[in-house]
């Protein structure tokens, strides 16, 4: 079945540029008209919502990270990466990929999730 | 965005005991058209992911046990664990996809054995 698994630095200092990437296994990127994920999940606290990316590129970022974020797919790799630019304490998290449902936004696939720590 | 609120923030339940949920959406999240509530469960143990549990308010996950359901439309919606096991401890969000992004998660409700 589909897996997803995030990869990346697990720590990144104050101002720079966290980068993760999303390895989808068990199925083609590039297939069923999913829109690709990025969740976060502040310490102990809720859930957040970045944004998605459709295999041909199409994009929607959470309107209150637009600015900072980017997403962005390889086909050939099956794989999709997040940006986030400019980052400070208040953006350490545990970074999920999630995969909603094809045709509506419950997720009902996630990735194990990576810790992101930003410190100097 | 619509904002989702759950109550309790925490609960403690016997073994073999019903656990009840709420949640509360900012504007309703049931969809004219269809007659479906755009909401959804979550349960998720430390260190794990959130597991999707119920979809459209009241639809069970394939091997999700029945001994988890939902309820409600409109606005309010409530998760009952009919009789709590020790693998339910958890946290349970709730989640609406009804409108355009972004999509929202409640706080979460965190469930415990008393």
């Known amino acids: 079945q589909v897996q997803l698994q995030e990869s990346g630095p697990g720590l990144v200092k104050p101002s720079q540029t966290l980068s993760l990437t999303c390895t989808v296994s068990?199925?083609?990127?590039?297939?069923?008209?999913?829109?690709w994920s990025w969740i976060r999940q502040h310490p102990g606290k809720g859930l957040e919502w970045i944004g998605y990316?459709?295999?041909?590129?199409?994009?929607y970022y959470n309107p209150s990270l637009k600015s900072r974020v980017t997403i962005s797919v390889d086909t050939s790799k099956n794989q999709f990466s997040l940006k986030l630019s400019s980052v400070t304490a208040a953006d350490t998290a545990v970074y999920y990929c999630?995969?909603?449902?094809?045709?509506?936004?419950?997720?009902?696939?996630w990735g194990r999730g990576t810790l992101v720590t930003v410190s100097s | 965005d619509i904002v989702m609120t759950q109550s309790p923030d925490s609960l403690a339940v016997s073994l073999g005991e019903r656990a009840t949920i709420n949640c509360k959406s900012s504007?309703?999240?049931?969809?004219?058209?269809?007659?479906?509530?755009?909401l959804a469960w979550y349960q998720q143990k430390p260190g794990q992911p959130p597991k999707l549990l119920i979809y459209?308010?009241?639809t069970r996950e394939s091997g999700v046990p029945d001994r988890f359901s939902g309820s409600g439309s409109g606005t309010d919606f409530t998760l009952t664990i009919s009789s709590l096991q020790a693998e339910d401890v958890a946290v349970y969000y709730c989640?609406?996809?009804?409108?355009?992004?972004?999509?929202?998660f409640g706080p979460g409700t965190k469930v415990d054995i008393k």
């Open positions: 999630a995969r909603p449902s094809l045709h509506y936004w419950y997720f009902d696939l």
């Open positions: 504007q309703s999240v049931l969809y004219s058209s269809n007659n479906k509530n755009y």
């Open positions: 989640q609406q996809y009804y409108s355009t992004p972004p999509f929202t």
């Open positions: 990316i459709y295999y041909s590129g199409s994009t």
């Open positions: 459209w308010a009241s």
């Open positions: 068990g199925g083609s990127i590039s297939s069923g008209g999913y829109y």
